[in-house]
């Protein structure tokens, strides 16, 4: 197998170059020779290697446009002596390593898509798109709000801690969310939670109702006989 190691070459153009006169080229290893034809390296490889510096480094291709007088996209790694920082696909003319419009992969596993520094397994600088999402499966949905022995909060109870708060219980304040962010996992779990305790609540009221009118009619119904009688008993003098 035979892998050509090198330190820093700009330009994919420049390498084909290198492949060329190094006389690296055989039946396997196939350079372009015209338009239309593509670079073939058969159980080979290539290897990016860091520079010996204490300083940091960027190594990797750009592309350029057809005089090769501007490049616009690059990909490759960025370090620091032997350290390496984070692997890079970025559109940027003069640093793509440095680019916010790209994808930055950094050495803890960490992915950032329009940010070079994220801070979790995926960070992504603007929107996100897509036909479904399934957050997590290990999580405990708030059923346990409709087991015969949960306290279900008083409606009075909680209006009192609005009154005091200016937010539902057990739900982040709107200045908590503005410096920390929303979980989305937890905030709907929160909010399925209230909708929850909401339903018990219609359901007892509604049965309140019932009960009510069903004791509006048996009143009525005993006024209305009381009227009869007094009825059939002037008719009677």
């Excluded at 020779?33 to 159980?43: C, R, V």
């Excluded at 949960?150 to 503005?178: C, D, F, G, K, M």
């Excluded at 509604?206 to 009510?212: D, N, V």
């Excluded at 005993?222 to 008993?233: A, V």
């Amino acid at each position: 197998m035979r892998i050509i190691k090198f330190y820093e070459l700009s330009t994919i153009g420049a390498f084909f170059v290198f492949l060329l006169n190094a006389g690296l080229v055989n039946a396997q290893n196939i350079y372009p020779a015209a338009k239309g034809t593509f670079l073939k390296i058969d159980g080979g490889g290539v290897d990016f290697t860091a520079p010996v510096t204490t300083g940091g480094w960027a190594r990797g291709m750009r592309f350029y446009n057809s005089d090769m007088s501007t490049h616009f996209f690059g990909m490759g790694m960025l370090g620091s002596g032997n350290e390496p920082s984070r692997f890079y696909l970025g559109f940027d003319s003069q640093s793509p390593w440095a680019s916010q419009l790209g994808l930055h992969i950094l050495a803890d596993g960490n992915i950032g898509i329009g940010t070079t520094a994220p801070v979790a397994r995926l960070t992504v600088n603007g929107n996100i798109l897509a036909k479904e999402i399934k957050i997590k499966t290990d999580i405990t949905v708030p059923d346990y709000v409709f087991d015969p022995s949960y306290q279900l909060p008083t409606l009075s109870s909680i209006e009192e801690y609005v009154r005091t708060y200016r937010h539902l219980p057990e739900i982040p304040s709107a200045a908590e969310i503005q410096k920390t962010g929303v979980d989305l996992t937890q905030m709907n779990l929160a909010l399925l939670k209230k909708v929850e305790e909401l339903t018990l609540h219609l359901i007892s009221k509604e049965k309140e109702i019932e009960k009510l009118k069903e004791n509006q009619k048996n009143s009525l119904q005993k006024i209305s006989e009381r009227l009869e009688k007094l009825e059939n008993e002037k008719t009677c003098k």
